[in-house]
């Protein structure tokens, strides 16, 4: 295999690593959705996303401010088991909990022995060259 494949295979372990690091860490739990849905995508050659597909992740990692929701067509809003009908349901405000942000920083903040744990049967030269692109990286 060449340097580029190399690489390539290398920063897709960091990418599954830093998966594990959210599931395993720093993911809220209330029903276990957001985190089974937390997956590690590769764009292309040596470029990895970790990421969710869930609408509500950036509302949890970001924070939002209050919602209000109104009836659109009608003139009050119902659901199953609400007492009564609403003109207006007021949701409060959600504080971030930036759990993708934490992940990556804890990665790198032990980068050298989580680049190790990761090596397997790659060449030294290999984990300094992903070393120095991560560092150039780092958020």
């Known amino acids: 295999m060449n340097l580029t494949d190399e690489l390539d295979r290398l920063a897709g372990k960091v990418a599954h690593r830093i998966r594990a690091i959210v599931v395993e860490k720093t993911v809220p739990v209330r029903t276990g959705e ?67 942000r934490r992940a990556i920083e804890m990665f790198f903040s032990n980068i050298e022995r989580e680049i190790e744990s990761i090596m397997g049967d790659f060449p030294e030269k290999v984990a300094k060259e992903i070393i120095k692109g991560l560092n150039i990286r780092r958020l």
């Open 34 to 100: 957001l985190r089974r849905s937390i997956h590690a995508t590769r764009l292309s050659k040596g470029m990895w996303i970790v990421g969710t597909n869930k609408i509500y992740a950036r509302a949890v990692h970001d924070g939002r401010p209050r919602v209000v929701i109104r009836p659109r067509k009608k003139k009050a809003l119902y659901w199953k088991g609400a007492p009564h009908p609403v003109k207006k349901v007021i949701q409060p405000p959600r504080k971030a909990n930036p759990f993708m």
